[in-house]
């Protein structure tokens, strides 16, 4: 039984749609079945639920699955400039998780593509075997609310890409005493377009 009860009025209308309690998976269509399974397993320091010639089901948490690998015959390489996705992102508690995981990342030879402070978050991009985007994030505020209203300041409008950072500035930074909050604090650099190789 939903969280409506049994007597929910299928009828009425409603001025907007229920919205979704939690974006679940994403599915993703492969060309490199086993290759993206050994890359999403150790990128996300998951395990495959369930996988077979064609199909697998990786998960991190309690969830069931989160990304989901389908290996279909006639996939074609992907087009770098073609609308669609653009990248995945997934949230880490910390700035200090968002880095180990950078750095043990690192070891196992995934390396960056892109990190920005995009002022709501501190983001590290990386791309898989066939050229996905991925996003590592921590939230910069303490609530939603502060977030939105960064969003909505001038300096957000002037830049909202936001000011990249080198992970290993940020790690001799932490070692070195300074706090997390400070790392956290967008350095505004005024206007500044869209990146041209993201």
């Not at 790690?171 to 190789?197: F, M, S, T, W, Y």
Request: hydrophobic letters at 35%; one cysteine or more.
């Amino acid at each position: 039984m939903g969280s409506m009860g049994p007597n929910v009025d299928f009828d009425a209308p409603g001025d907007t749609v229920l919205s979704p309690s939690v974006l679940a998976h994403v599915v993703l269509r492969t060309q490199k079945l086993k290759e993206m399974v050994d890359f999403y397993t150790t990128f996300l320091g998951g395990h495959v639920v369930y996988g077979n010639d064609f199909l697998c089901f990786i998960t991190y948490d309690d969830e069931h699955h989160r990304v989901a690998l389908v290996g279909i015959p006639d996939t074609t390489p992907k087009v770098a400039n073609s609308a669609g996705l653009h990248h995945i992102a997934f949230t880490f508690p910390a700035l200090t998780d968002l880095l180990l995981a950078y750095r043990q990342r690192k070891a196992k030879g995934i390396l960056p593509v892109w990190c920005v402070n995009h002022g709501p978050t501190n983001s590290i991009y990386y791309k898989d075997p066939e050229g996905n985007m991925l996003e590592t994030q921590v939230d910069n505020f303490d609530t939603s609310d502060a977030a939105t209203a960064f969003m909505s300041s001038a300096e957000f409008a002037a830049n909202p890409i936001g000011t990249d950072f080198d992970p290993e500035d940020y790690i001799a930074r932490l070692r070195g005493g300074e706090p997390e909050d400070d790392l956290k604090r967008r350095v505004e650099i005024g206007h500044r377009g869209p990146p041209n190789n993201i």
